[in-house]
T-cell receptor
């Protein structure tokens, strides 16, 4: 069966510090990968998605970036965090192209607080 | 990509049946309708999916009229643990989806 991991679970960082969140998927090959952010009491905002190694698409221009160095690894980064980067970050995967594209599976999330 | 519209919030009492309706007027031929449930500090999880008519599983039922411009998620006999945010999404089963989640419907189940 497939599983998705995210770490760290919680993170408190000062403004201006760097960020690195990691997501890994097990049990599937060439998944589509996604990063979302959820502000308190709000819906999910799609940040980045990837259909393959090194292929990253950005949905929202901001000070965040994403990378996919391996097939089942997705990393969210920032060089300098802003207060507005606080939120709940979720990684998700969906089946690779060529299979049914209708369902996503989410990781446990990372709660980021920028002070 | 078809946009969805849902009520922002709903209140219910334990033991009642809850129906949450989603509007998706611009749904495309290849689009499926999927509902997710999200508890606080967790990622959304799949509840049910359908294309037309009625789908039922151990958790919920999904009713889709013939024109497919709306759908209704039905939760039978809700309990306090059903308090969550429910999202309706439409997406193409055969092509890549970006999975845009709206604000969802916050269901508050009271004792």
């Amino acid at each position: 069966s497939q599983t998705i991991h995210q770490w760290p679970a919680t993170l408190v960082q000062p403004v201006g510090s760097p960020l690195s969140l990691e997501c890994t998927v097990e049990g599937t090959s060439n998944p589509n990968l996604y990063w979302y952010r959820q502000a308190a009491g709000r819906g999910l905002q799609l940040l980045f998605y990837s259909v393959g190694i090194g292929q990253i698409s950005s949905e929202v221009p901001q000070n965040l970036s994403a990378s996919r160095p391996q097939d089942r690894q997705f990393i969210l980064s920032s060089k300098k965090l802003l207060l507005s980067d606080s939120g709940f970050y979720l990684c998700a995967w969906s089946p690779p192209l060529g299979r049914a594209q209708d369902t996503q599976y989410f990781g446990p999330g990372t709660r980021l607080t920028v002070l | 990509l078809a946009k969805t519209t849902q009520p922002i919030s709903m209140d219910s009492y334990e033991g009642q049946e809850v129906n949450i309706t989603c509007s998706h007027n611009n749904i495309a031929t290849n689009d499926y309708i999927t509902w997710y449930q999200q508890f606080p500090s967790q990622g959304p999880r799949f509840i049910i999916q359908g294309y037309k008519t009625k789908v039922t599983n151990e958790v919920a039922s999904l009713f889709i009229p013939a024109d497919r411009k709306s759908s209704t998620l039905s939760l039978p006999r809700v309990s306090l643990s059903d308090t969550a945010v429910y999202y309706c999404l439409v997406g193409d089963r055969y092509n890549f989806n970006k999975f845009y989640f709206g604000s969802g419907t916050k269901l508050n189940v009271k004792p």
